[in-house]
Each structure stands twice: as structure tokens, then as C-alpha cells.
């Protein structure tokens, strides 16, 4: 696990609950070997937590904010502030997102809070995109900013970097957990996606509560070898601590006959080359 990167990890504080906090979170990974972190919360930012705990560790520590609707939503001025404060990922909406509401709530999770929205969010319009998601892309141009896509759907994601390539902006993006629920890629919408400005990210948690097999992950893997695989362990949650859960996932990629070198660029040269 020596000089690995984690861009999907979940700690408290946290509108559902979580096996640590940002700072245990933090040294387990770094006990565990690793370069660096992305803290990710659904409820907003972890800029400004992840900026102090930064400081505490030899390996690094980034934030980013979720655009549900606890920071309004498509809201270019929670992106600008996240950017300002030295932000390095933006996600789109994620629980909050048009194509999670038929999803509901998870059995492993619970969220402390009460308001539970009637509308999801889209980015989509009948123009392409909307004008808040237009001013989103305008404020991440040139910023070496991540746009993650968060839990919108696949047609979304096609639109979004279609629409980033066409218009010309410097914005590289993540397609998250390509095989979750949502967005449910198949090999078509990878083959239409790729491009040296697009990341696709696999996730132990989309294995560990079975919203698709391993078989499928490894065929993807395997007939795509060109795509800018990302390693994650969307970890965090009560019982499943992030090094924990990336070390499971190799084992059982590594079982399924991808080579040690495949695993070493999905969990260490290509997550670098995004965020750096």
C-alpha cells in the first residue's frame, strides 16, 4: 500500500455516521503507507478541515465541496469559495442528485438529518446544459480544480464532458464509482468517455454492497485498458476503514488475474496525474 492515493474517503464530522474522524482517518492512511487523501462529506465542504489536518500528516490531504443542496445546490459560489480556499475537487450532486432519488436511502446508512428533498437536482437542459452549470465550468477553467460527477446519471455525464470538450474548457473530470447504481455504466458510455481529460473511478464499497459484480468490474478493466482507471475505497462508514477496504479491493482484483502493474497505475500514477 506504500505511496497510494485514496480520492473517495468519507470521515465525521458527517451527516451519516462514520468509523473516524478526519484526523483518524488520516492516520490510519498514513500508518497504512500512503501519499495522500481526498476527504469527501455529502453534506458540503471538507476544504477547510481537510487544509488544518493537512498540516498534521507527511502525506497530503484534499477537500472539495458536494454540490446537494445543503450548500444550494448548483451553486457557483459555493464552487468559487471552494476554489479560493484551495478546494482541489467539486462533485456534483450526489444523494441529492435526480438519478439517486428512485435509489432512496441505503440500509448501511442513515442520515442525521430530516429534510429529505421532493426534487432531485439535473444538470441537464433542454439547451445542453444549465446556466448554473455553465457558470460552474466557467469558474473551474484553468483552476487544476477536479470536477466530479458525483451521482448523476450516465446521459448527465456524456453531456457534461461532451459539453466540456466541444466548448474548449481546461477542466479535467471524474467520472465516480462508474459501476454504482448510478450512474450504471456499460462499455458503450466508457468508450464514448474516454479521452486523456477523463478519469473513471472504481469503488470497494460498489462491491462491497453488490450493486455489481466482480466479474463485470474485471471485464471493464480488462477490455478498456486505456482508460484512466482510479482506484477508490468510498470507505468510511461504520466497520469499513478506508486502508482497510483499499487493501481488500486489490486482493480481489489481484484474484482476478489484474496485473500488479495495472494495480499500481489504477492506485498510484493515475490518481496522481489527476490531481497534480
Same mark, same amino acid.
Given at each position: 500500500?506504500?505511496?497510494v492515493y485514496? +480520492? ?18 488520516? &492516520?490510519?492512511? !498514513? ?7 481526498? *476527504? ?7 476544504? /477547510?478541515? %481537510?487544509?488544518?489536518?493537512? !498540516? !498534521? ?9 458536494? *454540490? $446537494? ?27 441529492? %442528485? ?11 446508512? /442513515?442520515?442525521? #438529518? ?8 439535473? +444538470?441537464?437542459?433542454?439547451?445542453? *446544459? ?25 446521459? /448527465? &455525464?456524456?453531456t457534461l464532458?461532451? @459539453? ?9 473530470? *471524474? ?12 462499455? $458503450?458510455d466508457i468508450? #464514448? ?7 473513471? /473511478?472504481?469503488?470497494?464499497? #460498489? ?10 468490474? #474485471?471485464?471493464? +478493466? ?38 500488479? !502493474?495495472?494495480? @499500481?497505475?489504477?492506485?498510484?500514477? $493515475? ?6
Open positions: 500500500m506504500k505511496n485514496d +480520492i473517495h474517503i468519507h470521515a465525521s464530522p458527517s451527516i451519516f455516521e462514520r468509523w473516524g474522524d478526519a484526523r483518524q482517518t488520516a &492516520a490510519a492512511c !498514513q500508518k497504512a503507507g500512503y501519499a495522500g487523501i481526498v *476527504l469527501k462529506a455529502h453534506h458540503g465542504s471538507t476544504v /477547510e478541515i %481537510a487544509n488544518i489536518v493537512n !498540516q !498534521q500528516y507527511d502525506m497530503d490531504v484534499f477537500g472539495g465541496v458536494v *454540490l $446537494n443542496y445543503f450548500v444550494g445546490g448548483l451553486n457557483p459560489y459555493a464552487v468559487d469559495a471552494c476554489c479560493a480556499l484551495g478546494g482541489k475537487i467539486v462533485w456534483l450532486p450526489t444523494i441529492h %442528485a435526480d438519478a439517486h432519488k428512485p435509489l432512496g436511502r441505503f440500509d448501511f446508512q /442513515e442520515p442525521s #438529518t430530516t429534510k429529505f428533498p421532493d426534487k432531485g437536482i439535473r +444538470i441537464l437542459s433542454k439547451k445542453g *446544459l444549465t446556466d448554473a452549470m455553465y457558470e460552474i465550468l466557467d469558474i473551474l477553467h484553468g483552476k487544476n480544480v477536479v470536477l466530479a460527477t458525483g451521482h448523476v446519471s450516465a446521459k /448527465e &455525464a456524456v464532458v461532451r @459539453e466540456v470538450k466541444q466548448r474548449g474548457y481546461d477542466i479535467r473530470v *471524474l467520472i465516480n464509482h462508474v459501476l454504482f447504481y448510478t450512474p450504471d455504466m456499460d462499455e $458503450n468508450e #464514448t468517455l474516454k479521452d486523456p481529460g477523463v478519469w473513471f /473511478e472504481i469503488s470497494h464499497l #460498489t462491491q462491497k454492497i453488490h450493486a455489481a459484480s466482480m466479474d463485470r468490474l #474485471t471485464r471493464m +478493466i480488462t477490455r478498456h485498458p486505456d482508460a484512466n482507471w482510479v482506484m477508490v475505497s468510498d470507505a468510511g462508514q461504520k466497520g469499513n476503514p478506508a486502508p482497510q477496504a483499499l487493501r481488500q479491493f486489490r486482493d480481489q482484483l489481484t484474484s482476478r488475474h489484474i496485473s500488479d !502493474q495495472t494495480i @499500481e497505475k489504477m492506485m498510484v500514477h $493515475n490518481p496522481r496525474r489527476l490531481f497534480y
